[in-house]
């Protein structure tokens, strides 16, 4: 099992900057890939942004530019810097690991972010 816990979420006007941070424990040992999803009221789930374990890195293109996922392998966390922030990228978002033991994904509980006009 995999627990994930987020932190950094918030309300900023647009144009500002949020980091998101998400430590795993448990078996955090066999997390080959961690990712942000967010979750806009009557949407879809989606993803935002994803590391391997060995560093390899995609975006969402609607991010790209201005949001950087990084990950702390020795502390099993993960961070989003969210840089000039659009209402747009009003949602809550979502930490997300997978096990390459369990071959499971697993989720945190979602942080709110909201970026004013």
């Known amino acids: 099992q995999v627990q994930l816990v987020e932190s950094g979420g918030g309300l900023v006007q647009a144009g500002g900057s949020l980091r998101l941070s998400c430590a795993a424990s448990g078996a955090a040992f066999s997390i080959e890939k961690m990712a942000w999803y967010r979750q806009a009221p009557g949407n879809q789930r989606k993803l935002v942004a994803a590391i391997t374990y060995g560093g390899s890195i995609n975006y969402a293109d609607s991010v790209k530019g201005r949001f950087t996922i990084s990950r702390d392998n020795a502390k099993n966390t993960v961070y989003l810097q969210m840089n000039s922030l659009k209402p747009e990228d009003t949602a809550v978002y979502y930490c997300?690991?997978?096990?390459?033991?369990?071959?499971?994904?697993?989720w945190g509980q979602g942080t709110q972010v909201t970026v004013s006009s």
């Open positions: 997300n690991a997978y096990s390459g033991l369990t071959t499971r994904d697993y």
